[in-house]
């Protein structure tokens, strides 16, 4: 099993729509990463969290430690939100990747 | 605002020879990494770096790669003999406190 699951895997919306992309993980963190991957490969870091809620422009994420369980919501999205969210979790200073949510939001 | 730089960006090799790719890592952070992730798969850790030595490495980190910090900027990947399989990106980052921060990746091609 792996310890970092996401969903969906893929998600198709339109313009406008909110957006949600979940994910558990079974390891104990120390912090939880969302990470942006556009088609060029590049890696952005969205947020870094380990406890509540953090807000940046239309990007929310939220994390439940005793749930393992986090979740990243887009408002209003856009074709540029397209791309593929990743979650990674930080145990032992070490990274553990999910496997990635690819969105695609059409105009 | 500082940012984690790779060299070069596009990588092509034939199976057998020596790659070096490199990062410059932000200035004062003390931990490094490299990552890999295969087209179409998920990003694997290979290897991470503190203190000039290796502080964890996965499997696939075997005896043909190698990390170096030959000067107080550069942390370099080796791949001694390239095999077709070693073709990915490759990230580098580097971390201060809990955070990592992500370089551009090297897209290596080993035909």
């Known amino acids: 099993k792996n310890e970092v699951e996401q969903s969906p895997q893929n998600l198709t919306a339109q313009e406008g729509e909110f957006i949600t992309i979940n994910c558990s993980y079974s390891?104990?963190?120390?912090?939880l990463h969302w990470l942006q991957q556009h088609p060029g490969g590049g890696i952005v870091s969205l947020f870094m969290?380990?406890?509540?809620?953090k807000k940046h422009g239309r990007l929310i994420a939220t994390i439940n430690i005793q749930e393992k369980h986090s979740s990243l919501h887009i408002t209003a999205s856009h074709p540029r939100d397209s791309a593929v969210y990743i979650c990674?979790?930080?145990?032992?200073?070490?990274?553990?990747w999910g496997a990635g949510t690819k969105l695609i939001i059409k105009p | 605002e500082p940012e984690v730089t790779q060299t070069p960006s596009h990588q092509v090799t034939q199976m057998g020879q020596e790659v070096i790719l490199r990062c410059v890592p932000i200035?004062?952070?003390?931990?490094f990494y490299w990552y890999r992730q295969i087209l179409g798969q998920k990003v694997e850790f290979l290897v991470s770096?503190?203190?000039?030595?290796?502080?964890?490495k996965s499997e696939i980190f075997d005896d043909q790669f190698s990390v170096e910090r030959p000067d107080g900027s550069n942390f370099t990947l080796k791949i001694r003999s390239t095999k077709l399989e070693d073709s990915a990106m490759y990230f580098c980052?580097?971390?201060?406190?809990?955070?990592?921060?992500f370089g551009p990746g090297t897209r290596l091609t080993v035909l």
């Open positions: 980052a580097s971390r201060l406190n809990n955070e990592q921060f």
């Open positions: 200035s004062n952070h003390l931990y």
């Open positions: 770096f503190y203190n000039n030595e290796i502080s964890e």
């Open positions: 390891v104990g963190i120390s912090a």
């Open positions: 969290l380990s406890s509540g809620k």
């Open positions: 990674a979790v930080l145990s032992n200073y070490q990274l553990i």
